[in-house]
């Protein structure tokens, strides 16, 4: 079974571009969650993807938004970039229902603003 | 707010030796996860724990779940080199489908030969 599958793997962008970010769930999972990764800050939760709804979201601004597709594959956008958007934002499937919230990650895109 | 504290944040040990991880919190999960990243990739899921008290090994790796389901502990017995990585612990909020999970901030774990 394939896993999760992330592109693309590197970006760098300038400030005040906007850059997409892509994500194919496993096969068969419903939930995709986005989470960005900082050294300072560490792992911190985007937003929830199920069924195409956002179901839950973290505590970032505006200028970061998602969607869901039909086939379950989830696109991340940052408007407006700034520099300390520079970080490893990683994507995680899973099943999406029940109590357990056991998540599988893709490699990342590692998102570098200059 | 659901924190997850883990400690030690950094760890260095000889080849061999025996260590813990910590994952603390004030707030119940419903389940908790350990990952292992390495550098510039996502983290790899090790094991899930959902009951209090709960205990499971993996080979050198013994995970358990505190018994109020707030803590979690991660041991690793004779570690090897292939050890050295970021471990992480994660819970899964009280709602349980709601496909957040609050990580703690990361154990650095380094195994000289």
């Not at chain 1, 594959?73 to 300390?84: F, I, P």
């Not at chain 1, 229902?97 to 895109?109: D, H, L, V």
């Not at chain 2, 504290?5 to 760890?11: G, R, V, W």
């Not at chain 2, 109020?68 to 041991?75: F, N, P």
Request: with cysteine.
């Amino acid at each position: 079974k394939a896993g999760v599958t992330q592109t693309p793997r590197y970006l760098i962008k300038t400030r005040g571009q906007q850059v997409t970010l892509s994500c194919s769930p496993i096969s068969g999972h419903r939930s995709v969650s986005w989470y960005q990764q900082t050294p300072g800050q560490g792992l911190q939760f985007l937003f929830e993807y199920f069924s195409e709804t956002q179901r839950n979201k973290g505590n970032f601004p505006g200028r970061f938004s998602g969607r869901q597709f039909s086939n379950s594959r989830s696109e991340m956008n940052v408007s407006t970039l700034e520099l300390g958007d520079s970080a490893l934002y990683l994507c995680a499937s899973s099943l999406g229902g029940g109590m357990n919230t056991e998540a599988f990650f893709g490699q990342g895109t590692r998102l570098t603003v200059v | 707010t659901q924190l997850l504290e883990q400690s030690p944040q950094f760890l260095s040990i000889q080849e061999g030796e025996n260590l813990t991880v910590y994952c603390n919190s004030s707030s119940v999960f419903s389940s908790l996860q350990w990952y292992r990243q390495e550098p510039g990739e996502g983290p790899v899921l090790l094991v899930t724990v959902v009951t209090g008290g709960e205990v499971k090994k993996l080979k050198r790796l013994t995970f358990q779940f505190g018994d109020a389901r707030k803590d979690s502990s991660l041991h690793i017995t004779a570690a090897q080199t292939g050890d050295t990585g970021l471990y992480l612990c994660a819970g899964g909020g009280r709602s349980g489908n709601t496909g957040k999970l609050i990580f703690g901030q990361g154990t650095t774990l380094q195994v000289k030969p």
